[in-house]
């Protein structure tokens, strides 16, 4: 049975503070905080092995890339809009065993979503959204917190079941209490934080519901350590293990192990419109051809039309690759901002095919910049857009060669 990994377990929860009650030195309130206005991003990498009735069916990476923003704050619930992210790169499968060390992630699925927290972390969010996954983590007590004393609260995970093999609708809710333990500091990356641990096991026989298949039992654990930034007083990170199981009502079991590690990013002011004009001098004084720069929502654009594939292959030709050494200089004067790299093609093929190749090539480009240190792994994405983005008429010879191009963005948020 052909299997897909579930989308994103672990979505890093989002915006939250700290703060000392005066006389009470050893005693911490957290709650969470709303800043209008706010936008922050959240980066996460799940080291995930998938085994089926009992046997390794892959094992894989998925980055998690959440970009919010608080667009209100109503008696101190505050309104999020947000889209998740989710990108793979495959360590390993039964039919391939080793694949080949790809450096960059390759975008699998995106989702929009609109929520609401108040300051406790309850959320209330409208059935239609699938993100965020993990819902009601944490809650907290509302109360003062000395080293060592615990809480817990119910909650619940959601996830994606439309596709192949469950043909289930709606989003999937799966209930569980999460147990909370304040363990004071705690070092992540040689800085000390405070720090809490959320636990919580899941353990249901849930209803048949309509599709092709549906889980009639699923269990699992999960246990994270969650970091606190007191200077900026918003989560800094946090580590997870995990496995969770589903039996399926075919009679099979699908088991997920992993872990997850995960870093909040709060989002710089960017000087677009001189980035802009900075990147355009320097593509006229280094003399680059076929090099268009353009603000796009996401942040700026650079566009390489025409550059040169071997035919049907992700193999760059001659030349090409020093066309890139020039671009990753420019790219390296702004080393906070994220990376994404898409691929185009000219309608020259079937729609998969196209969208195969513009994907390949996109992470061609990008795994030769990553080896290159412009950013490391998990700061450089990629996404193939086939031919669905034409910047030029397909009908012509010089219009097919603009539309092969590969664009990197470099990112706001």
């Known amino acids: 049975m052909a299997i897909k990994k579930i989308t994103g377990f672990l979505v890093l929860v989002l915006l939250t503070g700290f703060y000392f009650i005066p006389g009470k030195l050893a005693a911490e309130v957290f709650e969470f905080r709303?800043?209008?206005?706010?936008?922050?991003?959240?980066?996460?990498?799940?080291?995930?092995?998938?085994?089926?009735?009992?046997?390794?069916?892959?094992?894989?990476?998925?980055?998690?890339?959440?970009?919010?923003?608080?667009?209100?704050?109503?008696?101190?619930?505050?309104?999020?809009?947000?889209?998740?992210?989710?990108?793979?790169?495959?360590?390993?499968?039964?039919?391939?065993?080793?694949?080949?060390?790809?450096?960059?992630?390759?975008?699998?699925?995106?989702?929009?979503?609109?929520?609401?927290?108040?300051?406790?972390?309850?959320?209330?969010?409208?059935?239609?959204?699938?993100?965020?996954?993990?819902?009601?983590?944490?809650?907290?007590?509302?109360?003062?917190?000395?080293?060592?004393?615990?809480?817990?609260?119910?909650?619940?995970?959601?996830?994606?079941?439309?596709?192949?093999?469950?043909?289930?609708?709606?989003?999937?809710?799966?209930?569980?209490?999460?147990?909370?333990?304040?363990?004071?500091?705690?070092?992540?990356?040689?800085?000390?934080?405070?720090?809490?641990?959320?636990?919580?096991?899941?353990?249901?026989?849930?209803?048949?519901?309509?599709?092709?298949?549906?889980?009639?039992?699923?269990?699992?654990?999960?246990?994270?350590?969650?970091?606190?930034?007191?200077?900026?007083?918003?989560?800094?990170?946090?580590?997870?293990?995990?496995?969770?199981?589903?039996?399926?009502?075919?009679?099979?079991?699908?088991?997920?192990?992993g872990t997850a590690e995960a870093e909040y990013v709060e989002s710089d002011y960017m000087d677009r419109d001189q980035i802009i004009l900075d990147i355009i001098d320097d593509i006229v004084r280094l003399d680059i051809p076929d090099v268009d720069v353009r603000l796009v929502d996401e942040g700026i654009s650079i566009s390489l039309e025409n550059i040169r594939f071997y035919p049907d292959s992700n193999v760059m030709l001659p030349g090409e690759q020093e066309k890139l050494d020039i671009i990753a200089e420019i790219l390296r004067r702004y080393p906070d901002r994220d990376i994404l790299v898409s691929g185009h093609a000219a309608l020259a093929g079937s729609r998969d095919y196209l969208m195969t190749l513009s994907q390949e090539r996109a992470r061609a480009v990008a795994d030769y910049l990553i080896s290159k240190n412009v950013r490391s792994s998990e700061r450089i994405i990629t996404r193939g857009y086939g031919a669905e983005r034409p910047i030029a008429d397909n009908s012509t010879e010089e219009g097919m060669r603009r539309n092969r191009r590969v664009e990197i963005t470099i990112l706001e948020n």
């Open 34 to 257: 709303h800043i209008p206005g706010a936008k922050y991003r959240i980066v996460s990498v799940v080291d995930q092995a998938v085994f089926i009735n009992g046997l390794l069916s892959h094992r894989a990476e998925t980055l998690y890339r959440i970009v919010v923003n608080v667009t209100d704050v109503i008696d101190g619930r505050g309104q999020h809009s947000a889209i998740f992210q989710t990108f793979e790169r495959f360590l390993y499968d039964s039919q391939v065993r080793e694949h080949p060390a790809f450096s960059s992630f390759t975008l699998d699925r995106e989702y929009y979503s609109v929520f609401e927290r108040d300051r406790l972390g309850r959320l209330t969010i409208d059935p239609q959204y699938f993100m965020p996954v993990v819902r009601n983590v944490p809650v907290f007590p509302g109360r003062s917190l000395n080293v060592g004393d615990t809480w817990n609260a119910e909650a619940h995970e959601v996830h994606d079941f439309r596709g192949p093999p469950f043909g289930i609708s709606e989003p999937y809710r799966i209930p569980f209490r999460a147990f909370y333990q304040y363990v004071g500091e705690r070092q992540w990356k040689g800085v000390s934080y405070p720090a809490f641990t959320v636990n919580y096991n899941v353990e249901s026989r849930p209803p048949a519901v309509q599709g092709q298949l549906y889980p009639v039992r699923i269990s699992g654990t999960f246990n994270q350590l969650v970091y606190w930034d007191r200077m900026a007083g918003q989560e800094r990170a946090y580590t997870e293990n995990f496995r969770i199981a589903f039996e399926m009502s075919n009679g099979a079991r699908i088991e997920f192990r």
